[in-house]
C-alpha cells in the first residue's frame, strides 16, 4: 500500500525524524544523542524523506526515514536509512528509497551511491544497486559495503 513520504515540516516531525534515526541508527550502539545528527542535514540542497504514523492529539512517530545528499554534479548519496522495527518487512523502505530516486531524478542525479550495513546489502541489491567494494566498520563492529546504482 502507498504511504505518504515527504519531508519533515513541524518541529514535532524533525524530532520524530531524528528520534528514529537515533533509535535504529545510534542507540544499539551505545551512541550518545545527537550523533545521528551531521551538517549535510542543514544544506539546502539535501532532500529528508518521512513516513509518519499520526494519532489525534499526539506526536507523530517516524515510521521510516532517509537522506540524499547531493554529492556530485550527478551523483547523490543516501544516508541515515531508517525503518522503526515495528515497520520493518512492510515494504516502506523499498518506497522511501523509490521516493529518494525519484527525487534525485528530479534534482538532475544520475548516480546514486550509498554505504550499506551488511545485514542490508541484500535488500539495496534486489532494488538494483550493486556492490563496488567493501567500505568502513562503523563503530568498530558495524561493516559497510559501497555500493552504487545508475538510475534511468
Not at 546489502?121 to 552504487?148: C, D, E, K
Request: no cysteine.
Amino acid at each position: 500500500m502507498p504511504v505518504a513520504i515527504r519531508p519533515p515540516h513541524t518541529p514535532a516531525e524533525w524530532a520524530a525524524y531524528y528520534q528514529l534515526r537515533y533509535d535504529v541508527l545510534r542507540r544499539p550502539w551505545q551512541q550518545p544523542p545527537g550523533s545521528e545528527r551531521v551538517p549535510a542535514d542543514d544544506e539546502a540542497t539535501t532532500i529528508h524523506a518521512l513516513v509518519l504514523a499520526t494519532r489525534e492529539g499526539e506526536n507523530p512517530v517516524a515510521l521510516a526515514v532517509g537522506m540524499l545528499q547531493p554529492t556530485g554534479a550527478h551523483q547523490g548519496q543516501v544516508r541515515f536509512m531508517a525503518v522503526a522495527p515495528t515497520a520493518t518487512g512492510t515494504g516502506l523502505g523499498r518506497q522511501l528509497m523509490a521516493y529518494l530516486e525519484a527525487q534525485a531524478l528530479a534534482a538532475g542525479l544520475t548516480e546514486m551511491v550509498l554505504h550499506s550495513r551488511e545485514t542490508a546489502v541484500g535488500f539495496y541489491q534486489r532494488l538494483g544497486y550493486a556492490v563496488v567494494a567493501p567500505s568502513h566498520t562503523l563503530f568498530g563492529v558495524i561493516p559497510h559495503f559501497l555500493m552504487r546504482k545508475q538510475l534511468n
